[in-house]
Nanobody, 121 residues
Framework: QVQLVESGGGLVQAGGSLRLSCAAS????????MGWYRQAPGKQRELVAT???????NYEDPVKGRFTISRDNAKNTVYLQMNSLKPEDTAVYYC???????????????WGQGTQVTVSS
């Protein structure tokens, strides 16, 4: 079993910052790509950013230049630093982890429980 524990969401004014964290624990041999997704009310879940095990990052256009994804491999943790927040960033943010639970196992994906980010205007 793998558990993902997210933290760091909350209410912030437009222009403010928040830092999300997602710590993975349990039966993990290795972690490949880690990422953050978000889902606003009435909308589909969408990709925000990803980071590979080697540290290569990818960002969707709406957050480029404002959000930074990073990871601590020793702690199996992924972070999302969100600056210059806008009301349209309001959503439930989910972390996603692709991992192997033993050396030759297929890659599995697991989702965090979600953390609410609300940006007021």
């Amino acid at each position: 079993q793998v558990q993902l524990v997210e933290s760091g969401g909350g209410l912030v004014q437009a222009g403010g910052s928040l830092r999300l964290s997602c710590a993975a624990s349990g039966s993990i041999f290795s972690i490949n790509t880690m990422g953050w997704y978000r889902q606003a009310p009435g909308k589909q879940r969408e990709l925000v950013a990803t980071i590979t095990s080697g540290g290569s990052t990818n960002y969707e256009d709406p957050v480029k230049g404002r959000f930074t994804i990073s990871r601590d491999n020793a702690k199996n943790t992924v972070y999302l630093q969100m600056n210059s927040l806008k009301p349209e960033d309001t959503a439930v943010y989910y972390c996603n982890v692709n991992f192997r639970d033993y050396k030759w196992s297929p890659i599995q994906t697991h989702w965090g429980q979600g953390t609410q980010v609300t940006v007021s205007s």
